[in-house]
C-alpha cells in the first residue's frame, strides 16, 4: 500500500485545519464515562497547535439520524477538552460562526443528514470552515460520509498520528497473518454482517455471536459458525461456548469485535466472560477493536492481555480483508500534497 500523507507533510503554521476527530464517548447523565478516545487525539492536536495552526474539530456522537438531539452535544467533549489542552474552546453551531479562538468544535456532524448521505454542498460549507483536512479518525473512516470521503476532494489532506499507527500496527497483521486466523463477531451492529462477506477470504474461521445471530437470514459457508442464543436471546448457549473455545484454542491469530451477550446485565456476561478467558490463554496473536469489547475486557480484567487494541470494529475489518478504507483511498486519490 502507498505511504499515507502525514500532518507532518502539511503546511500548518497560520493555517486553519480541519481535524476530523472519533468523539463518539460514552455519556451517562451528561457525563463522560471513558475518555480515551479524546485522549489518544492529543498527539495530533497538540502537534497542530505547537506549529501554529488553528484547529476546527470536526467529530459525532452517536446516531441522531440527521436530526438535534440535544443529549448527543458535544458540549460536554467541549468542556473536557478545554480543560485537557489549557485552552478556551468554542462549540459552534453552524458554518458562520468563525471565531478568533484557537480551537473551535463543530456540533455534533450527525445533526447535518447531508454528512452520512455525503452531500456536495453539504461538503463545500464543510471545507470553508478551514484551509487544510486532517482525518484522525481511524474508527469511522469505512464511512463515506462527507467528513471522511468529501473534504479530501476540496483541501489538502494529511492523517493524523493516531490514525497512523491503527494502519502501521493492523497493516503487519493484515499481511502476514499466523493462521489459523479466528475472527469472533458479536454486538448488535447490523453492518457486521457486511463485514462477514468482506472477512470471509482473510479468515479461516468466523464464529458470530450477540445478537447477531438473530439477524442472520442467508446460508454461509462452513468456516462461519454461528452461535446459538439462550431461551430469552440474551447470550450464547453453554454448547456454543464450547464449540467455540475449541476452535479459538487452535487459532494463530484472533480478531475480537462486540460482546456474545447482553453484558449490560451480570446474568447474560457468561459467554462473553468465558470466551475472553479462552482467548487470553491462547498463545496467538490478539486484536480486539470497539470500545464495546474494549469496555467488556476492561470489565473482566482481562484488557492487558491483548497484543492490540484498535479503535475501531467495523473499520478495522474492513481495513484487515481490503488493506484500505474509504477515508484512505479519497486521500491518496488526491492530487499529491506536494503538488497542492
Do not use: C
Amino acid at each position: 500500500m502507498d505511504k499515507l500523507p502525514s500532518v507532518k507533510d502539511l503546511p500548518l503554521s497560520q493555517k486553519t485545519v480541519l481535524l476530523r476527530t472519533n468523539y463518539d464517548v460514552s455519556l451517562e447523565q451528561g457525563e463522560i464515562t471513558d475518555t480515551s478516545r479524546i485522549d489518544e487525539s492529543l498527539p495530533t492536536l497538540n502537534y497542530l497547535l505547537q506549529q501554529q495552526a488553528k484547529v476546527v474539530i470536526l467529530s459525532h456522537l452517536g446516531r441522531p439520524e440527521g436530526k438535534v438531539v440535544p443529549k448527543l452535544s458535544l458540549k460536554p467533549v467541549v468542556d473536557y477538552l478545554s480543560v485537557l489542552i489549557k485552552k478556551e474552546m468554542d462549540l459552534i453551531n453552524d458554518f458562520s460562526q468563525k471565531k478568533e479562538t484557537e480551537v473551535l468544535m463543530l456540533e455534533n456532524l450527525r445533526f447535518w443528514p447531508e454528512e452520512e448521505s455525503n452531500d456536495p454542498t453539504f461538503t463545500k460549507q464543510l471545507a470553508s470552515l478551514g484551509d487544510l483536512y486532517v482525518n484522525d479518525a481511524f474508527a469511522v473512516s469505512h464511512r463515506s460520509h462527507a467528513s471522511i470521503v468529501g473534504l479530501p476532494s476540496f483541501l489538502p489532506s494529511a492523517f493524523g498520528f493516531d490514525f497512523l499507527k491503527e494502519t502501521d500496527a493492523l497493516g503487519k497483521i493484515q499481511s502476514q497473518p499466523e493462521h489459523p486466523v479466528v475472527i469472533i463477531l458479536g454486538g448488535v451492529k447490523e453492518d457486521k454482517l457486511e463485514i462477514i462477506e468482506k472477512i470471509l477470504p482473510w479468515s479461516d474461521q468466523i464464529l458470530v455471536g450477540g445478537k447477531l445471530p438473530q439477524l442472520v437470514k442467508k446460508n454461509y459457508p462452513e468456516k462461519v459458525m454461528i452461535a446459538q442464543l439462550n431461551e430469552m436471546g440474551k447470550d450464547i448457549t453453554l454448547e456454543s461456548i464450547k464449540n467455540f473455545a475449541s476452535i479459538i484454542k487452535k487459532a494463530g491469530t484472533i480478531v475480537w469485535a462486540g460482546p456474545l451477550g447482553l453484558v449490560e446485565e451480570e446474568e447474560f456476561r457468561q459467554g462473553t466472560r468465558e470466551i475472553a478467558q479462552v482467548v487470553m490463554k491462547s498463545p496467538a496473536f490478539k486484536v480486539v477493536g470497539g470500545g464495546d469489547t474494549e469496555a467488556v475486557l476492561t470489565k473482566f480484567n482481562l484488557v492487558d492481555k491483548i497484543d492490540y487494541i484498535s479503535s475501531g470494529g467495523g473499520a478495522m475489518f474492513e481495513y484487515l480483508a481490503q488493506g484500505t478504507l474509504p477515508g484512505i483511498k479519497a486521500i491518496l486519490e488526491r492530487k499529491s500534497i506536494k503538488n497542492d
